[in-house]
């Protein structure tokens, strides 16, 4: 299996842009996470999703954030517009089961300018 | 809110050397895990350990999870570079299917 794949590997734009970032899980989880992960902050969990469908988004930082899972092999983080406090390493993450090992991507490096 | 604090929060230390990192909740967890992650890339789980008291040996490194269930420590004996890394401990409350995770230990093995 190719693991989980997040797309972009590395975002740089401009503040009140929107962005997109996007995650294949691992065929056949069930669960998938998404997380940001800063110096200051560690990695803080944002929204996670069960099915499809999103189980806990108390995360998710402000409305600027949304997240969707369309289908079983997609998901998007969308914030719009941009800050720059939003820069981090956005990762997702997948799971089997709940409460089961994670399997995480290699992250999405954002830079808000 | 953070709910698992680790210490150290960074560690520097020779190849060959002994040290442990700590894991601590006022909150009681059914699971704990501990990750490691390496740089440009995502955590990638060492362990998972569910029973209080519990103690699980990976190679050089030992898992120990604490009798009620709030902490957890991994010790790493005779370290080596390849050990380098950011360990995180990551809790599962005994409700709801995520994990949170600690502030992270940022360990250094010098050659």
């Known amino acids: 299996d190719a693991g989980v794949i997040q797309s972009p590997r590395h975002e740089v734009t401009e503040m009140g842009q929107e962005v997109t970032l996007r995650c294949k899980p691992i065929?056949?989880?069930?669960?998938l996470f998404w997380y940001r992960q800063t110096m200051m902050r560690g990695l803080e969990l944002l929204i996670y999703?069960?099915?499809?469908?999103?189980?806990?988004d108390s995360g998710m930082p402000e409305d600027r954030f949304s997240a969707k899972m369309p289908n079983a092999s997609f998901s998007t983080l969308k914030i719009q517009p941009s800050e720059p406090r939003d820069s981090a390493v956005y990762f997702c993450?997948?799971?089997?089961?709940?409460?089961?090992?994670?399997?995480f991507g290699p992250g999405t490096r954002l830079l808000v300018l | 809110t953070q709910l698992l604090e680790q210490s150290p929060q960074f560690l520097s230390i020779q190849e060959g050397e002994n040290l442990t990192v700590y894991c601590n909740s006022s909150?009681?967890?059914?699971?704990l895990q501990w990750y490691r992650q390496e740089p440009g890339e995502g955590p990638v789980l060492l362990v998972t350990v569910v029973t209080g008291g519990e103690v699980k040996k990976l190679k050089r490194l030992t898992f120990q999870f604490g009798d009620a269930r709030k902490d957890s420590s991994l010790h790493i004996t005779a370290a080596q570079p390849g050990d380098t890394g950011l360990y995180l401990c990551a809790g599962a409350p005994t409700t709801g299917n995520q994990f949170y995770f600690g502030t992270g230990t940022s360990l250094t093995v010098i050659p």
């Open positions: 993450a997948s799971s089997p089961s709940g409460g089961e090992t994670q399997y």
């Open positions: 999703f069960n099915n499809n469908v999103p189980i806990d």
């Open positions: 909150s009681v967890f059914s699971s």
């Open positions: 065929s056949g989880h069930d669960y």
